[in-house]
């Protein structure tokens, strides 16, 4: 059940955000996320759809159809013809995977 590569994206998703405003801007409990962070529930598509819905306000460009990818729901090659138009990171989002892994500028 664990996917780390999903696991990632998520927490991208809820940037520095705690999981009850998370919970308030999407409708996803705050329980059943924590439980899908720590990999013992699998994260369905509709809560993957609620999470990058535009009122959950999702952090860090964090797509639908990433998310999508990152789970196998869905083809990787599908993903990629998507982020043809998915916008350019910027430094706030650089700062926020900096933080978000643990590093000193100096590491990242």
């Known amino acids: ?32 996320l924590g439980k899908v962070i720590n990999n013992t529930q699998k994260a369905s598509v509709d809560l993957l ?3 990058t819905a535009e009122e959950a306000h999702p952090q860090n460009g964090i797509t639908y159809m990433m998310l999508m990818e990152a789970a196998n729901y869905i083809p990787a090659h599908e993903v990629n013809a998507e982020r043809v138009g998915a916008r350019e990171p910027t430094a706030k989002d650089f700062v926020t995977l900096r933080e978000r892994t643990g590093m000193k500028r100096q590491e990242f």
């Open 1 to 32: 059940m664990k996917n780390e590569k999903l696991n990632e994206l998520i927490k991208l998703a809820i940037g520095n955000r705690s999981l009850r405003q998370v919970e308030e801007e999407s409708g996803i409990s705050h329980g059943l």
């Open 49 to 51: 759809h609620k999470l």
